[in-house]
């Protein structure tokens, strides 16, 4: 596997991992950021609770934010297309026209 090697600090924990290209290595590099920003609040608000269900949090939070994202952009496409329906049809309306 080619690529950058990078050490990502997550809860606490080094990771040695490889980041494909300079994009990949800035989209990991904030995601571990927001994974310990969430784990700091969680570890705010929750301390009782342990680490693992802490980190379940974070990923039940993350992985909802993911479907709202993907139900956003499916809706937009959705509207996209039916923008592109309308304006074919105008166009072929003014081409009949002609």
């Known amino acids: 596997m080619e690529g950058q090697s990078i050490t990502l600090k997550i809860a ?3 990771y040695s991992l490889k980041a494909q290209s300079p994009e990949d290595e800035q989209l990991m590099r ?3 950021g927001d994974v310990n920003s969430m ?3 969680y570890n705010a608000n929750y301390p009782n609770q342990e680490d693992m269900d802490k980190l379940a ?3 039940l939070t ?3 934010s993911k479907i709202r994202e ?3 952009a499916a ?3 959705s509207e996209l297309d039916a923008l592109d329906d309308k304006l074919g049809a105008y166009l072929a309306g ?3 026209n002609r």
């Open 94 to 96: 003014i081409e009949k």
């Open 12 to 14: 606490g924990k080094e």
């Open 39 to 41: 784990l700091s609040y």
């Open 75 to 77: 809706k937009l496409a």
């Open 62 to 64: 993350q992985a909802m």
């Open 70 to 72: 993907q139900r956003s």
């Open 57 to 59: 949090f974070v990923t």
């Open 30 to 32: 904030l995601a571990a």
